[in-house]
């Protein structure tokens, strides 16, 4: 019995030893990487900005007299073609301002008539020597005074015709409803606003650039404008108008849809992606997006290096990121001309892991 629980002890023993043991090492984890050789380019500067977009054409209608309004045909929403009535007021006082012109037109004509049949006989006896030269320069004086009277009568007819056809308001050209801001039987004043139309192809998006930018703006330039309602649309513009007057720190700029432009409406938020041109045209060092990765200790890539025997490992460096440009982003500091990155899966990279480049052996 002693002998049995002695081998039993001896067996325990080796047991315990053997487990103790470390295991053999295995082969090092080597992960494939996609890479890109660090280069100097690109000549434009992402910039986005926000707006707000707005009718080509935004106009306030109103009369330009005064009077009740007693036909009011729209609604907001409808769509109005050019010439259409929007509204009117009541014309009566209007028309018998007309009428009034219009006979005072005609007194003034028929006093000419008799003002030129008596300097006709002025004349006539001047020849025959039985009135004298002060009596006809009256008769022709008479004449040409009863002419004026004639004129400013005619002027007063058309300036009462115009007021009337003020009565009448119509839209300028194929719009759509806006707003309504009065209603029937409502007594209004001249250039009170009546209704908003909004009219035009395509929208515009009004855009406040700061003043360090708006010098790299250029009238003509192409645009991309996604609107927050519309998450999926991405849609081209072109910049019409770059403002010279500052409006606080911000300058005003105009840009033109010129894609999908019934899809906006007015007062819908958007950005505008501004490709600026670099000051100076100096190519700068531009990496993909993708390559950069964040941290609580900042941007940082991955190096990719070699040693004696042509096995590559990636080494963390950080990278100071100055903006972002049509090509990528503009690394400010920390990498040079002709080093290579780790272009894809960086955060799945850690210090001094050996890796193999994808699609070559070599550089």
Not at 21 to 50: A, H, K, M, N, T
Not at 195 to 215: H, K, M, R, W, Y
Not at 219 to 247: F, K, M, Y
Not at 270 to 286: H, S, W
């Amino acid at each position: 019995m002693h002998k049995l629980n002695a081998v039993i002890l001896v067996a325990v023993a080796i047991l315990a030893t053997a487990c103790s043991e470390p295991p053999p090492p295995g082969e090092p984890i080597v992960r494939p990487v996609r890479y890109q050789r660090v280069d100097r380019q690109g000549s434009e500067e992402l910039r986005v900005f926000s707006g707000t977009a707005h009718a080509a054409l935004e106009t306030d209608l109103s009369f330009k007299v005064q009077g009740t309004v007693n036909e009011l045909p729209i609604e907001v929403g409808d769509v109005v073609s050019s010439g259409q009535r929007i509204a009117a007021v009541d014309r009566k006082d209007y028309q018998v301002r007309t009428q009034e012109a219009q006979a005072g037109l005609a007194q003034a004509r028929a006093q000419l008539r008799n003002a030129e049949a008596s300097y006709e006989r002025a004349r006539s006896l001047y020849e025959n020597r039985n009135i004298s030269r002060g009596e006809l320069d009256a008769a022709r004086a008479g004449a040409e005074s009863a002419e004026a009277m004639v004129n400013a009568a005619n002027q007063q007819l058309q300036a009462a015709q115009l007021q009337l056809s003020y009565t009448r308001l119509t839209a300028p050209q194929d719009c759509t409803v806006a707003a309504v801001y009065t209603k029937e039987n409502e007594n209004v004043a001249a250039g009170q606003p009546i209704a908003q139309l909004n009219c035009g192809d395509c929208s515009e998006i009004s855009v406040a650039v700061p003043e360090t930018f708006i010098g790299r703006i250029r009238q003509g330039s192409e645009v991309d404008v996604t609107i927050a309602a519309l998450p999926d649309s991405l849609i081209r513009g072109r910049v019409t108008e770059v403002g010279i007057a500052a409006v606080g720190t911000t300058y005003p700029v105009t840009v033109v849809v010129t894609g999908d432009c019934p899809q906006i409406r007015s007062g819908m938020a958007a950005d505008v992606r501004f490709r600026l041109p670099l000051e100076g045209g100096t190519r700068q060092i531009v990496v993909p997006p993708v390559s950069v990765g964040e941290d609580r200790e900042g941007n940082y890539v991955y190096v990719l290096e070699a040693d004696d025997q042509d096995q590559w490992f990636a080494h963390r460096r950080s990278v100071e990121v100055g903006g972002i440009l049509a090509e990528g982003l503009l690394i400010a500091t920390g990498l040079s001309e002709g080093e290579l990155i780790a272009t894809a899966g960086v955060r799945r990279i850690s210090e001094g892991m050996q890796v193999r480049l994808m699609d070559q052996n070599k550089p």
